[in-house]
T-cell receptor
Framework: DTGVSQNPRHKITKRGQNVTFRCDPI?????LYWYRQTLGQGPEFLTY????????KSRLLSDRFSAERPKGSFSTLEIQRTEQGDSAMYLC?????????????FGPGTRLTVL | SQQGEEDPQALSIQEGENATMNCSYK?????LQWYRQNSGRGLVHLIL?????REKHSGRLRVTLDTSKKSSSLLITASRAADTASYFC?????????????FGAGTILRVKS
């Protein structure tokens, strides 16, 4: 399977704990995006990387959130001191091209539940 | 915040009928993309239409784009029960808006067999 993969698929944690999610993009894609989706809403942009450089961050990405893509391949998203409001589906997407041809392919998502 | 709105919020049709969903947006775009999402799953890319295109087809899907009205429509012909899902439009803005996709809230489509 050469699609975008995400791990874990589900994560249940207690408030105040730290969690880390991983995304493996399609291998030849140099752009990687993180989105968050809450129930009944469309995904909202969090951040994106071109290769290893983090080029844009949303205001949704508070200081408790950090994302890395150390070698320009897989990426991790860490949430520190989780809050119940962090409960959501976290989606990763990758793309190869930009501008008018920026077709993004999404992984299955990681569903986070904060108790 | 969401870029725009999908209309209707929910649509229920019989198998074999056509389904039309509309999307409006607010800013200049490079392209507009439509995605499908089955309950609790990731998004599946359906079709991309560039800002200089007016209509695009893919199998049973037909997408139109009217940049003067900042709107798009997705038509699914001869619907099947397996088309039951949420459908989202997403805009890829002009460079001053970054490279992110901005999604609407989606249309929930139910196809009854």
């Amino acid at each position: 399977d050469t699609g975008v993969s995400q791990n874990p698929r589900h994560k249940i944690t207690k408030r105040g704990q730290n969690v880390t999610f991983r995304c493996d993009p399609i291998s030849e894609h140099n752009r990687l995006y993180w989105y968050r989706q809450t129930l009944g809403q469309g995904p909202e942009f969090l951040t994106y990387f071109q290769n290893e450089a983090q080029l844009e961050k949303s205001r949704l990405l508070s200081d408790r959130f950090s994302a890395e893509r150390p070698k320009g391949s897989f990426s991790t998203l860490e949430i520190q001191r989780t809050e119940q409001g962090d409960s959501a589906m976290y989606l990763c997407a990758s793309s190869q091209r930009q501008g008018a041809y920026n077709e993004q392919f999404f992984g299955p998502g990681t569903r986070l539940t904060v108790l | 915040s969401q870029q725009g709105e999908e209309d209707p919020q929910a649509l229920s049709i019989q198998e074999g009928e056509n389904a039309t969903m509309n999307c409006s947006y607010k800013t200049s775009i490079n392209n507009l993309q439509w995605y499908r999402q089955n309950s609790g799953r990731g998004l599946v890319h359906l079709i991309l239409i560039r800002s200089n295109e007016r209509e695009k087809h893919s199998g049973r899907l037909r997408v139109t784009l009217d940049t003067s009205k900042k709107s798009s429509s997705l038509l699914i012909t001869a619907s099947r029960a397996a088309d039951t899902a949420s459908y989202f439009c997403a805009t890829d803005g002009a460079i001053e808006y970054g490279n992110k996709l901005v999604f609407g809230a989606g249309t929930i489509l139910r196809v009854k067999s």
